[in-house]
Structure formats: structure tokens, C-alpha cells
């Protein structure tokens, strides 16, 4: 991707209009996370693009001083993945829903994922339909009250960091709208990355399912409810960062340290980098309350992308065949004109 020698700003991707969300919706903090965070990348503002589909999170591209296509409900990833193919060389963001890329759009999510194209997929995950007004989702938990299931869901809820891994994922990060500095040095992360990075974001819809998220950002009980991971240091968390995670047999497991015999030795150490997805899958999978919830970047691995790969083997094909171009395909073999 082309660096650029110009030290850019916030204001640099702010556009002069107003941005039409409803007030107290989790989509600003979004918003001023991603202004805030491309500048620190380098990256040419000209090379720049955001994709999206349908939906509330979706009309991210108008809000943007960049090149931008907002396309069809659940589409977005096709239309990213063509552009990103033919031009490796920009940072092409994807703004989504928990509906547009799990439902109608979630064949395309998983084999976007296992392609590893370089793509940057920002989920927001406020667990409802907002734009078609409320809805159910795929990540709505079991049991919810909404419009279209008077009487409580009976779907499993799907969770993005599981499908993510399970379609091989490169990248996966969960952050909190209400936390802009943590959002702004995922998002960072996210694009240095050389894969699809998916960040799944816990945002408010405040008019159809507000507080949606209530439970573990809260202010007063956030430091129990959930773990903010940082690679290469110890699994820890609560109010005075008296409690941590240990592997208990085959599974995860929150402990008080000093009780029971724990000691800051049993406790995990984050490794975003490794390989094996195994400790990555369960801590994308914890909930609240048998567990907190992760936060910050849960796996981060370097795999050939996809671009890379076809390019290379274009390049391969090239040099095997005696035609080099269209045009002396065009004119191999018998030619005649007409004058």
C-alpha cells in the first residue's frame, strides 16, 4: 500500500455534511475511532476505501472523506474482495451489521475469511435489525422479546469470533463502542494486518435495543465483566486485577489469584500469534456470567493472502505459456484485415 509523506488528521477524513444516525447511537464513537486511527497508519488517503451493504451500520461510506461503495444487502464482501483482487494496493475497510454479513451475507463472510484476502470487516453487532426496526438478528440471544419473535427467540445465537475461526480466520478483535482509545488502536492494528481482519464492535442501538451490551460495559461493573487482552502479557482482570484465567482440564477457567492454590504462574498468557486456534476459539467464545467477556485483539497470525497468491501464479501461468497478452492472443494464428 502506498505510505503517505503527508502527516494527515482526523479532519482529513470528517466530511463537511452531517452524519444522519440517531442521537446516542454507538455509531459515532465508531465513526471518530476510524478518523482518529488512519491517519496513525500511513496510508495514502487517495488508497482509501469503504465498502458496505444494507443497514444502519452501513451508510458508514457517506460519512467518510474517502473513495467509498455502498452496494446490496449482504454484498458488500463480493464487491470488497473483486476490488482488493484487481487493486492490491489499497486499504479497503468493510462496514457491516450482525444482519447484512451474518445473514444474508454470511456465505459470503465465511469464505471471505478463508480466502484471507487483506481486507479490514468492521461488525456492528447491536444484536437486532435497526434499519427495518427491530427485528431479530443472528446474534440476538435466545430468548429475546423483539417484533418478529413476540414470544422470545428459539435460535442459538450465532457469535462472529467462532465463525470467524472456524472459517480460519487470520484476525479477529471484539471492542466496546464506548471505548474509543481501545477501538482506535484495534482498528490501527487491524490494518497493518496482511489478511481479512474481522473486528466485531458491541454497539447501542438506543432506539430498538438499547443497553443491548448493559450487562458488561457498564462503567461499574466493567472490570469484572470483562478482560482486556493485551499479547504477551498475563490473563488477568476485576476491579483491583485480583482474578485471572487458567486452563481447568479442556476448558477456560476465571479464578481468584491466592485462592485455592493459584498462584500469577497458573495464569494464561495472551498469545494472539499462535498458530494452534485452539486457546484463541474458547477465548472468542466466553460469556458473561460463567466468564467475562474477551476484549482487544484474540488472534492476529501471519498466513499468505490471497492477492498474493493469485498474483503469483499468474505470474507463473505467464511464464509457461508462449501467448503473453490479449493481444497476442488476438493475433496468434490466422489474422486477415478488411480495407
Known amino acids: 500500500m502506498t505510505q503517505s509523506n503527508i502527516k494527515l488528521t482526523r479532519a482529513d477524513f470528517q466530511i463537511d455534511g452531517p452524519v444522519k444516525w440517531c442521537a446516542g447511537c454507538g455509531g459515532y464513537p465508531i465513526l471518530a475511532a476510524v478518523q482518529k486511527a488512519l491517519p496513525e497508519t500511513g496510508i495514502t488517503k487517495d488508497n482509501v476505501v469503504f465498502i458496505s451493504g444494507i443497514g444502519c451500520s452501513s451508510r458508514f461510506p457517506y460519512y467518510m472523506k474517502t473513495y467509498g461503495f455502498h452496494t446490496l444487502h449482504g454484498r458488500a464482501l463480493p464487491i470488497a474482495s473483486g476490488l482488493k483482487s484487481s487493486r492490491p494496493d489499497l486499504s479497503v475497510w468493510v462496514a457491516t451489521g450482525d444482519g447484512d454479513s451474518m445473514a444474508i451475507g454470511g456465505n459470503h463472510f465465511i469464505h471471505t475469511i478463508r480466502r484471507n484476502l487483506d481486507l479490514n470487516i468492521m461488525i456492528f453487532n447491536n444484536q437486532i435489525y435497526g434499519l427495518t426496526k427491530g427485528q431479530y438478528s443472528p446474534t440476538t440471544p435466545l430468548g429475546s422479546i423483539t417484533k418478529s419473535s413476540p414470544y422470545g427467540t428459539i435460535e442459538k445465537p450465532f457469535q462472529p469470533g467462532e465463525l470467524t475461526m472456524g472459517a480460519q480466520g487470520t484476525f479477529f478483535a471484539r471492542v466496546i463502542d464506548k471505548e474509543p482509545k481501545g477501538m482506535e488502536r484495534v482498528f490501527i492494528n487491524a490494518a497493518k494486518h496482511k489478511g481479512t481482519s474481522v473486528i466485531e464492535i458491541l454497539q447501542n442501538c438506543v432506539i430498538f435495543n438499547n443497553d443491548t451490551h448493559e450487562m458488561i460495559v457498564r462503567k461499574e461493573v466493567r472490570d469484572d465483566r470483562i478482560i482486556l487482552l493485551e499479547h504477551g502479557k498475563k490473563m488477568i482482570f476485576g476491579k483491583e486485577k485480583e482474578k485471572g484465567l487458567i486452563i481447568d482440564g479442556q476448558e477456560i477457567k476465571a479464578v481468584k489469584i491466592g485462592e485455592n492454590g493459584v498462584t500469577m504462574d497458573n495464569v494464561l498468557v495472551h498469545d494472539e500469534t499462535c498458530k494452534n486456534p485452539n486457546i484463541h476459539y474458547m477465548l472468542a467464545r466466553m460469556t458473561y456470567p460463567e466468564l467475562p467477556v474477551a476484549i482487544g485483539v484474540i ?17 507463473q501461468v505467464k511464464k509457461l505459456s508462449d501467448i503473453k497478452s490479449v493481444k497476442e492472443l488476438l493475433y496468434s494464428g490466422k489474422t486477415f484485415e478488411i480495407k
Open 299 to 315: 488472534r492476529s497470525v501471519e498466513q499468505p493472502t490471497y492477492e498474493t497468491l493469485m498474483a503469483e501464479q499468474i505470474e
